[in-house]
T-cell receptor
Framework: KQEVTQIPAALSVPEGENLVLNCSFTDSAIYNLQWFRQDPGKGLTSLLLIQSSQREQTSGRLNASLDKSSGRSTLYIAASQPGDSATYLCAVRPQMDTGRRALTFGSGTRLQVQP | DGGITQSPKYLFRKEGQNVTLSCEQNLNHDAMYWYRQDPGQGLRLIYYSQIVNDFQKGDIAEGYSVSREKKESFPLTVTSAQKNPTAFYLC???????????????FGAGSRLTVL
């Protein structure tokens, strides 16, 4: 059974710092990996999606990398801003030939960017 | 605008009562999902449906039931058999696996259920 772990569980940084969030998964037979943002009491917003054949994806100040063989992904946030404060979750989708077709989520990293 | 609508946003239930959470999407998505989120934890899959009139149990299906009579709707019933139902419930949808856009998972705003 796939397990997804995110470290750290919480992180507080001053505004302007670059930071890295970590995600690890136990089964490397994935189709893709997604990073989501969740604001308190709200739904999830997709940030970046990396296919299993890709190494990284970038969107603005966000860069996500994937090392499928080692079961790791990182989300890099450059020049952090108070508006980046949220919980960040990673999720993996299994390969297409498996019976399960739904994402498995990590428990998230709660980020607080201090002004 | 296309999207997913969950209702109600907040719901209070007495022990022993069944409640139904609504999830409606107008994105023409084939697949729909229900997740449960507890404080400080990630999302756990309750049920999912790849196509109308078909659904599969997720990791924590006990005490829950679903139906998928229409493509747009995937209601979740939290039954009295669910021992600890207080949680935040999230509905999501995507195109069917293998089709263009299948990777994109769209979430609703969530429903918070509290058992009194």
């Amino acid at each position: 059974k796939q397990e997804v772990t995110q470290i750290p569980a919480a992180l507080s940084v001053p505004e302007g710092e670059n930071l890295v969030l970590n995600c690890s998964f136990t089964d490397s037979a994935i189709y893709n990996l997604q990073w989501f943002r969740q604001d308190p009491g709200k739904g999830l917003t997709s940030l970046l999606l990396i296919q299993s054949s890709q190494r990284e994806q970038t969107s603005g100040r966000l860069n996500a990398s994937l090392d499928k063989s080692s079961g790791r992904s990182t989300l890099y946030i450059a020049a952090s801003q108070p508006g980046d404060s949220a919980t960040y979750l990673c999720a993996v989708r299994p390969q297409m030939d498996t019976g399960r077709r739904a994402l498995t989520f990590g428990s998230g990293t709660r980020l607080q960017v201090q002004p | 605008d296309g999207g997913i609508t969950q209702s109600p946003k907040y719901l209070f239930r007495k022990e022993g009562q069944n409640v139904t959470l609504s999830c409606e999407q107008n994105l023409n998505h084939d697949a729909m999902y229900w997740y449960r989120q507890d404080p400080g934890q990630g999302l756990r899959l309750i049920y999912y449906s790849q196509i109308v009139n078909d659904f599969q149990k997720g990791d924590i299906a006990e005490g829950y039931s679903v139906s998928r009579e229409k493509k747009e709707s995937f209601p979740l019933t939290v039954t009295s058999a669910q021992k600890n139902p207080t949680a935040f419930y999230l509905c999501a949808s995507s195109m069917q696996a293998g089709r263009a856009g299948a990777n994109v998972l769209t979430f609703g705003a969530g429903s918070r259920l509290t058992v009194l």
